[in-house]
């Protein structure tokens, strides 16, 4: 089991409070989305704008579907990881519960795209989030709504490392999360 220690000092440490404009840091240093050190990643750099998080993404050949046109699992990731972002403003972990893609035009390789996500609404421990990607035209291609669920920092020391190391095994009888999870206080310091 990752040290949970350790694991909320990493929030702490990411937490912000980030102004509007800043940078965000990665998730991890190894986030398929977001982590520098994932050779297989998107290695997407988000920035927050007001109540929202916005970034630039080029799709590259390692992402193909169909010839030239970026699969549409590829799209789902950073329209997730994107959206995971809002995490540093809600101040609290969450995990994706739900995604829903809507694929509206083919999302083409070597082509900038800006994707911009916003919490729609907040119930309990759950929050809304919508996303869109689109072209520098403004044509929006896809667009995806998700539901987080937040949870304490147990789920993620129950579950594997923060970075690096190799993730934990799932214990058998342990793999879901025993009942409710609460959300972990605010990590601003
Ligand atoms: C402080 C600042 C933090 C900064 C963070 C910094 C670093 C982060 C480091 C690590 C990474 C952390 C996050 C990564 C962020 C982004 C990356 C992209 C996101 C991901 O890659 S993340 C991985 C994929 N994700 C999962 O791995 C989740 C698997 N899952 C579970 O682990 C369980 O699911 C759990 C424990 C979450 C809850 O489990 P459970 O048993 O307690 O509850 P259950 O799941 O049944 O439902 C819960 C509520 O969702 C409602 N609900 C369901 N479906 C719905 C729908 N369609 N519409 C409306 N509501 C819906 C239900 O109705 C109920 O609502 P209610 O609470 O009102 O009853």
Redesign the pocket.
Same mark, same amino acid.
């Given at each position: 089991m990752a040290d949970v220690e350790a694991m909320l000092a %990493?929030?702490a440490e +990411?937490?912000g409070p980030h102004p509007d404009g800043a940078m965000l840091p990665p %998730? %991890?240093e190894q986030?398929l989305?977001c982590g520098p050190d994932n050779a297989h990643g998107h290695h997407l750099q988000v920035n927050r704008r007001g109540d929202g998080v916005a970034a630039d993404h080029v799709f590259d050949d390692r992402h193909v579907g169909a010839p030239g046109v970026v699969h549409g699992g590829a799209v789902a990731t950073v329209l997730?990881?994107l959206?995971?972002f809002l995490?540093?403003l809600v101040?609290?972990?969450?995990?994706?519960?739900?995604l829903t893609v809507d694929y509206l035009s083919p999302v083409l390789v070597g082509v900038t795209y800006r994707m911009e996500a916003r919490v729609t609404s907040r119930?309990? +421990?759950?929050f809304f989030v919508a996303a869109t990607l689109s072209d520098l035209d403004g044509c929006t291609v896809a667009t995806s709504t998700a539901?987080f669920?937040t949870?304490g920092v147990e789920?993620?020391a129950r579950h594997g490392a923060?970075s690096g190391g190799s993730p934990t095994p799932p214990v058998a009888d342990d793999h +879901?999360?025993s009942? +409710?999870?609460g959300a972990v206080g605010?990590?601003?310091g």
């Open positions: %990493h929030w +990411r937490a %998730h %991890h986030c989305g997730d990881d959206s995971g995490l540093y101040g609290t972990p969450a995990v994706t519960r739900q119930e309990d +421990r759950k539901v669920v949870v789920h993620f923060v +879901r999360d009942g +409710r999870e605010q990590q601003r």
